[in-house]
């Protein structure tokens, strides 16, 4: 399968706790985005790089949350001492050119 | 502000109806555009996308858009739904970006349900 790829697809963890997703895109895309969706709402954008650089980040994304891309390749979001409200949907997606392609998202539940 | 509002949140139809979800973008200067599927279970997949050329786009599985510049539209149709297409559809909007990236800013979804 050549597509994006998100791990883990479920997460369950405690309130406090830190957790960490990773994202492998599409081979030769450079571009990568990170989202988050909660229930009745689109993908709304956190974070993307342009190969390793993280090119801009959205004020959704606390100082709990941080991202990287060390090497252009694969990403891992991290969020810090976890909050009931950071239960969502994480989504990936990566690009060449304007179309994005997406993962099957990490859902992230915090009790 | 930049965004994508989506009207009809809710849509039920029966199989052969035919189908017009609406999106409206305010976006002052160039933009992308594009309708998203998610079926049941499964991850958002491209259904169509808009850059320039002609505002009639066709994408996959038999669905249309068309751009209209004067209303800051691009609503999807479909002449005759299938059960098959039982999903929730977002449209997305892009700009271009001086650091040659592009921000995407997704409309909140349409879920669509078409009975047998």
């Known amino acids: 399968d050549t597509g994006v790829s998100q791990d883990p697809r479920h997460k369950i963890t405690k309130r406090g706790q830190n957790v960490t997703f990773r994202c492998d895109p599409i081979?030769?895309?450079?571009?990568l985005y990170w989202y988050r969706q909660t229930l009745g709402q689109g993908p709304e954008f956190l974070t993307y790089?342009?190969?390793?650089?993280?090119?801009?980040k959205s004020r959704l994304l606390s100082d709990r949350f941080s991202a990287e891309r060390p090497k252009g390749s694969f990403s891992t979001l991290e969020i810090q001492r976890t909050e009931q409200g950071d239960s969502a949907m994480y989504l990936c997606?990566?690009?060449?050119?304007?179309?994005?392609?997406f993962g099957p998202g990490t859902r992230l539940t915090v009790l | 502000a930049q965004s994508v509002s989506q009207h009809n949140h809710h849509v039920i139809l029966s199989e052969a109806a035919s189908l017009e979800l609406g999106c409206n973008y305010s976006?002052?200067?160039?933009?992308?555009l594009f309708w998203y599927v998610q079926y049941p279970g499964q991850h958002l997949q491209l259904l169509l996308k808009?850059?320039?050329?002609?505002?009639l786009v066709k994408g996959i599985k038999g669905f249309e858009a068309e751009f209209i510049k004067s209303k800051f539209s691009f609503n999807l149709r479909k002449p005759s739904v299938q059960w098959s297409d039982t999903a929730e559809y977002f449209c997305?909007?892009?700009?271009?970006?001086?650091?040659?990236?592009?921000?995407?800013?997704f409309g909140t979804g349409t879920r669509l349900k078409v009975l047998a």
């Open positions: 997606a990566s690009s060449l050119s304007p179309s994005q392609f």
């Open positions: 081979s030769e895309h450079n571009r």
């Open positions: 790089f342009q190969n390793e650089a993280q090119l801009e």
């Open positions: 976006y002052g200067g160039t933009v992308n």
């Open positions: 808009y850059f320039s050329g002609d505002p």
């Open positions: 997305a909007a892009s700009e271009p970006r001086t650091s040659g990236t592009y921000k995407y800013i």
